[in-house]
């Protein structure tokens, strides 16, 4: 998202010549649905195409950490795009490479290619939101920002939650490969829409895009993603490489990056802001939601692979039982933010942060004999307890800038929710299969060995939940003077 450069007033510009906004931001809104729900779409998916692409759980959960990895790679050059290019040629290029990444899996003929799709689908997926935010805070009233962000709340919580659903119900009757035929005619037609709809209702100015940012933040994110994920293979014995090289070269990337950031502050052509992190509320809310996204995105993959390979369940069973986390997620969405607008953010985030690590915990217990009405109950725990965090951290963090770095803000929250995504779901995968392989070495059945291995990623899960309740008690609403009106980007 985008500064206001400009140098009118935020409430100058937001008088702008009226032009019907309802079918554009109701298009995006749908767009952007469509594209999130891809980040989890193939976590029910893993046990089918493990099977028919004759790969590990190691290698198939790349097809969700590479995209929400790549998002992360993407997702701070966005600021800088939505300045430079008009609307249209955004949204355009966004569901172009959406499509055409789904035209790809759809016909992919192995592991490789489809993660290419993937990969191409997730480009686009990564401005959608961005773009979405920037045209809500350019065209809309500001005392109806609230409402509206509030529907991007649920978009950006629920579509991820139903991803498993929807990927059951296709794979029940129908080939992997049918999660995407089904998706590409819907893009087109949202491209075809936007074509009628979408209009270009920002200013565009000049910048500069900082290469060696780019290459630092790509190289850093990717690095530590990739041993992260690569410490399961390592385990098993099929890493090519040794896990400790990709992490240390990520780590002294995203070091240099942010020495490069702090250097180029005073600059436009700074990619991340990090004078946002001066606010003792933002960085306390990005950190508790970092932890909470680990939990959310590593639950989501790890769920659906014990429902199927633990339990038997097929996959259309394992998407139906987790519909109703996803729908209650929803339901509470606009209730929440309801309740933050009057109580501010401690009184959600703090009972939110203890019953998501009650869940977690009670999730510790499952095994080879856990009742499906049991795990239903546990998903939806910890859903309404992610569901009371969300909404009020996001807020509580983007409400304590000023508004000249309201747009950087959006663009580390947003990237740093797709890096925790990342790694909570090489975390969680890491974990199982580590456990998995060390209790079969003493001798246990492969399902039973299993179980052991979903155990010891949901303790280790519980454990680092544990830090979120530490850090919700110190959660505090912005003070007055912080809580200024959203920007509008140019």
Same mark, same amino acid.
């Given at each position: 998202?985008?500064?206001?450069?400009?140098?009118?007033?935020?409430?100058?510009?937001?008088?702008?010549? $009226? %032009?019907?906004?309802?079918?554009?931001?109701?298009?995006?809104?749908?767009?952007?649905?469509?594209?999130?729900?891809?980040?989890?779409?193939?976590?029910?998916?893993?046990?089918?195409?493990?099977?028919? /692409?004759?790969?590990?759980?190691?290698?198939?959960?790349?097809?969700?950490?590479?995209?929400?990895?790549?998002?992360?790679?993407?997702?701070?050059?966005?600021?800088?795009?939505?300045?430079?290019?008009?609307?249209?040629?955004?949204?355009?290029?966004?569901?172009?490479?959406?499509?055409?990444?789904?035209?790809?899996?759809?016909?992919?003929?192995?592991?490789?290619?489809?993660?290419?799709?993937?990969?191409?689908?997730?480009?686009?997926?990564?401005?959608?939101?961005?773009?979405?935010?920037?045209?809500?805070?350019?065209?809309?009233?500001?005392?109806?920002?609230?409402?509206?962000?509030?529907?991007?709340?649920?978009?950006?919580?629920?579509?991820?939650?139903?991803?498993?659903?929807?990927?059951?119900?296709?794979?029940?009757?129908?080939?992997?490969?049918?999660?995407?035929?089904?998706?590409?005619?819907?893009?087109?037609?949202?491209?075809?829409?936007?074509?009628?709809?979408?209009?270009?209702?920002?200013?565009?100015?000049?910048?500069?895009?900082?290469?060696?940012? %780019?290459?630092?933040?790509?190289?850093?994110?990717?690095? /530590?993603?990739?041993? /992260?994920?690569?410490?399961?293979?390592?385990?098993?014995? @099929?890493?090519?490489?040794?896990?400790?090289?990709?992490?240390?070269?990520?780590?002294?990337?995203?070091?240099?990056?942010?020495?490069? #950031?702090?250097?180029?502050?005073?600059?436009?052509?700074?990619?991340?802001?990090?004078?946002?992190?001066?606010?003792?509320?933002?960085?306390?809310?990005?950190?508790?939601?970092?932890?909470?996204?680990?939990?959310?995105?590593?639950?989501?993959?790890? *769920?659906?692979?014990?429902? @199927?390979?633990?339990?038997?369940?097929?996959?259309?069973?394992?998407?139906?039982? *987790?519909?109703?986390?996803?729908?209650?997620?929803? %339901?509470?969405?606009?209730?929440?933010?309801?309740?933050?607008?009057?109580?501010?953010?401690?009184?959600?985030?703090? $009972?939110?942060?203890?019953?998501?690590?009650?869940?977690?915990?009670?999730?510790?217990?499952?095994?080879?004999?856990?009742?499906?009405?049991?795990?239903?109950?546990?998903?939806?725990?910890?859903?309404?307890?992610?569901?009371?965090?969300?909404?009020?951290?996001?807020?509580?963090?983007?409400?304590?800038?000023?508004?000249?770095?309201?747009?950087?803000?959006?663009?580390?929250?947003?990237?740093? #929710? #797709?890096?925790?995504?990342?790694?909570?779901?090489?975390?969680?995968?890491?974990?199982?299969?580590?456990?998995?392989?060390?209790?079969?070495?003493?001798?246990?059945? $492969?399902?039973?060995?299993?179980?052991?291995?979903?155990?010891?990623?949901?303790?280790?899960?519980?454990?680092?939940?544990?830090?979120?309740?530490?850090?919700?008690?110190?959660?505090?609403?912005?003070?007055?003077?912080?809580? #200024?009106?959203?920007?509008?980007?140019?």
């Amino acid at each position: 998202m985008s500064t206001t450069e400009s140098g009118a007033p935020p409430q100058e510009a937001a008088a702008a010549p $009226p %032009i019907r906004t309802g079918p554009v931001i109701a298009l995006l809104v749908v767009a952007a649905f469509v594209v999130i729900l891809n980040e989890t779409i193939m976590g029910v998916a893993l046990p089918a195409l493990m099977n028919d /692409l004759n790969i590990t759980a190691i290698s198939a959960q790349w097809l969700t950490t590479g995209f929400m990895l790549t998002m992360a790679v993407v997702i701070p050059t966005t600021g800088l795009l939505l300045q430079r290019l008009t609307v249209r040629t955004v949204f355009f290029t966004a569901m172009g490479l959406f499509t055409l990444g789904t035209a790809i899996a759809a016909i992919a003929p192995g592991f490789g290619i489809l993660l290419i799709g993937r990969i191409v689908q997730a480009s686009g997926t990564a401005v959608m939101i961005p773009l979405l935010f920037t045209t809500v805070m350019t065209v809309v009233a500001p005392e109806r920002r609230g409402r509206m962000t509030g529907v991007i709340t649920i978009v950006i919580s629920v579509a991820p939650a139903i991803g498993p659903t929807i990927s059951g119900l296709v794979l029940a009757s129908l080939p992997w490969r049918w999660m995407f035929i089904i998706v590409l005619p819907i893009a087109l037609i949202v491209l075809g829409l936007g074509t009628l709809w979408v209009r270009n209702v920002t200013e565009t100015r000049s910048v500069q895009f900082d290469l060696a940012s %780019i290459v630092l933040s790509a190289l850093g994110f990717g690095a /530590l993603i990739y041993g /992260l994920a690569g410490i399961g293979e390592a385990a098993e014995g @099929q890493a090519p490489i040794p896990v400790w090289i990709p992490i240390v070269v990520g780590a002294v990337a995203l070091v240099a990056f942010v020495l490069r #950031q702090i250097a180029l502050r005073e600059t436009p052509r700074v990619l991340l802001d990090l004078r946002t992190f001066r606010s003792p509320a933002f960085s306390l809310a990005v950190a508790v939601a970092v932890v909470s996204f680990i939990a959310l995105f590593g639950t989501l993959i790890l *769920l659906p692979i014990y429902l @199927q390979s633990v339990l038997g369940l097929s996959t259309l069973d394992a998407g139906l039982a *987790l519909l109703p986390g996803g729908a209650l997620m929803g %339901i509470l969405a606009p209730v929440v933010g309801t309740l933050f607008d009057r109580f501010g953010p401690r009184p959600l985030v703090l $009972p939110g942060a203890a019953v998501s690590s009650g869940a977690l915990w009670w999730m510790t217990t499952l095994d080879v004999a856990s009742p499906l009405w049991l795990i239903i109950l546990m998903h939806l725990t910890l859903t309404a307890g992610l569901g009371f965090m969300l909404t009020p951290l996001m807020t509580s963090a983007l409400g304590s800038l000023p508004v000249h770095l309201y747009s950087h803000g959006s663009a580390i929250v947003t990237t740093l #929710q #797709q890096v925790a995504g990342a790694a909570g779901t090489a975390l969680f995968v890491t974990l199982m299969s580590v456990g998995a392989e060390n209790a079969a070495s003493t001798g246990e059945a $492969p399902v039973p060995a299993l179980a052991h291995g979903v155990h010891t990623a949901f303790l280790v899960g519980a454990a680092i939940s544990l830090v979120a309740v530490l850090l919700a008690v110190f959660v505090r609403r912005a003070p007055e003077g912080s809580r #200024q009106p959203a920007p509008v980007a140019h």
